[in-house]
């Protein structure tokens, strides 16, 4: 074996262990990932990427091979320059790029026709190990082949002897019964601790954070509930609005593409309980748990919006949602919702968690952030704003906590100031992963923690599809918003009403370390 080989698996071997302890243990070491859908968007962008760069970083174990399967008659060339220009590989890796090319290949087939996962099957068995290897499959395909490849894949393609597991993309339905359906399909052909549902969010640095901050801290334990907390603000935005994805997105809409799952997957994350330990299901037991208690989201509670063109954007003109020529014309479909939803236990009751998210906005930002209650007892003259605990995701990941503090110098007023903790200063060395990055190792090593759960998608849906269906069949207007703004006015007025307080005389000074 090379030394580079020898280090790989060694490092490999370490990551896992620090990281999945026992669950770890896998006992053949010949692994074959299978991406269904190679040829497409996500597979070319998102996967191969990953897989080359886990490849590069010696993450992977050392006999990995990698077998594209779609439609599309390509070979692995083809497959290679498509994904080329997402791969970012350095002058110095031309070596590595080779090696870990030479451990892929490509096969065309239909995915409604056993024959070709039969063929399928010879080809994986044929690798080196195949028989006896592990095998984790990519369903990177949309939802309507899901049903015949899930099921030719299980007929046709098992290991006989490693373990197989199955790697799966959202949408996972479009509501409560089409999701039931779909889970009630694949538990039909593979056993939960088989399904790994991505949610690429529960892969991002600060949302794993989450956990670490509320329940490795003393401090924050004992506020972390509704007689310190005011309100809850989940936010993800973006810059830009549909670009020619329309067609997709009009389908979906902001509320099954974003709120649904990577908003409510950070309400859980913030509301659950203690779990009894790290274990993927302890955890996930308390996510369920906590979503239960979640009411269905009121039509009251919800603002919609629909960016429209600015045709002074900075730059150049930017088109409205509807000028989009992949939406279907008079489209009510919102690209911004704004929504609060209440978790009724002992721990939160009353408290609104305001869960907003958008595109074509004023910025791209993701966080989480706790606004707390006013100092009861003021003897500052009404000048103490609310301490708010922000946890960005991205850009820039960032922890902050918002405080008063005495105005340096002679004076005796408070002032509003940060305790800031800036990642990009407090850890200069560290390259913090892709979110895929972390979440396809997690697979390798069978750690579930980080993959949606079916009774925890199937509290997902139950929590949006009467709104969804409500807004639906009403055809409910959204309310037209700048493409650039910071979205309607609206949903900034059920803010307020709800009681989250915004002064506008907070002002951030960056600091020379930052
Ligand atoms: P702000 O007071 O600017 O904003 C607080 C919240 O109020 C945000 O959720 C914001 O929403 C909302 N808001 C803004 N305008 C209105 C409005 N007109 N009506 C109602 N709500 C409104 O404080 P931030 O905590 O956002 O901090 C300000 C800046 O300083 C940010 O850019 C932040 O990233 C930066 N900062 C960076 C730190 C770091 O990098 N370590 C540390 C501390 C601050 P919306 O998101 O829609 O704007
Ligand atoms: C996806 C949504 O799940 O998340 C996209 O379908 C969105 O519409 C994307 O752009 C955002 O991901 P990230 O990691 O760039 O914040």
Redesign the pocket.
């Known amino acids: 074996m090379s030394s580079e080989l020898v280090t790989r698996s060694k490092v490999f071997g370490q990551l896992r262990r620090e990281l999945y302890g026992d669950q770890a243990s896998h006992p053949s070491s010949a692994h074959l990932f299978i991406i269904l859908g190679a040829s497409g968007d996500l597979a070319k962008k998102k996967i191969y990427p990953t897989l080359w760069w886990l490849f590069r970083d010696g993450l992977l174990p050392e006999e990995t091979y990698f077998v594209g399967f779609a439609r599309s008659k390509l070979n692995i060339e083809d497959i290679k320059r498509a994904c080329l220009p997402y791969m970012k590989v350095a002058d110095e890796e031309r070596e590595c790029f080779s090696a870990f090319f030479s451990k892929n290949s490509y096969l065309s087939g239909r995915y409604d026709e056993g024959n070709s996962f039969s063929q399928l099957n010879a080809h994986l068995s044929s690798l080196p190990g195949g028989t006896g290897a592990n095998r984790l499959f990519y369903l990177a395909l949309p939802p309507t082949v899901y049903h015949h490849v899930s099921a030719n894949m299980r007929a046709h393609c098992m290991s006989p002897k490693g373990w197989n597991r199955v790697i799966v993309e959202k949408p996972f339905g479009r509501d409560l019964q089409s999701s039931q359906e779909l889970s009630a399909h694949l538990a039909s052909l593979f056993a939960e601790n088989q399904i790994y549902r991505i949610d690429h969010y529960l892969g991002k640095e600060m949302v794993q954070n989450l956990m670490v901050l509320r329940f490795g801290n003393r401090i924050f334990g004992p506020i972390w509930n509704r007689n310190s907390v005011a309100s809850v ?1 989940l ?1 993800f ?1 973006e810059p830009f609005g549909t670009q020619g994805r329309g067609g997709y997105f009009d389908d979906f809409g902001i509320i099954r593409d974003v709120m649904q799952n990577h908003l409510l997957q950070m309400l859980s994350l913030v509301a659950m309980e203690k779990p009894v330990s790290t274990s993927s299901d302890d955890v996930r037991n308390e996510k369920v748990k906590v979503l239960k208690c979640v009411e269905p989201v009121a039509m009251s509670d919800v603002v919609l919006g629909q960016y429209v063109g600015d045709p002074a954007g900075e730059g150049q003109a930017k088109l409205g949602y509807l000028d989009d020529p992949t939406v279907p014309k008079g489209s009510c479909t919102p690209t911004f919702a704004t929504a609060v939803l209440y978790v009724r236990n002992e721990r939160w009751d009353g408290v609104p968690f305001i869960l907003r998210c958008g595109k074509a906005l004023n910025e791209r ?1 993701a966080e989480v ?1 706790l606004q707390f209650t006013d100092v009861p007892g003021d003897i500052f003259g009404e000048r103490c704003m609310r301490n ?1 605990l ?1 946890v ?1 995701v991205q850009p ?1 990941e ?1 922890i ?1 906590l ?1 405080m008063m503090t005495k105005k340096p110098g002679v004076y005796f007023s408070p002032e509003e100031t ?1 305790l ?1 903790l ?1 990642y990009r200063s407090r850890y200069k060395d560290v390259n913090l992963p892709d979110a895929y990055e972390r979440l396809i190792l997690d697979v390798f090593c069978g750690s579930q923690m980080h993959f949606v759960r079916s009774d925890e998608l199937r509290e997902a849906w139950r929590i949006f599809t009467p709104l969804l269906h409500h807004i639906e069949k009403e055809r409910t207007r959204p309310v037209p918003y700048t493409y650039g703004s ?1 979205g309607p006015n609206e949903a ?1 007025e059920l ?2 009403t709800k009681g989250f307080r ?3 005389t ?1 002002k ?1 000074v960056k600091s020379d370390r ?1």
């Open positions: 603000v936010t935005k930002k952030r708010e922000v960005r820039d960032a902050y918002k940060e800031d800036t910071r900034d803010l307020q915004y002064e506008g907070y951030w930052s």
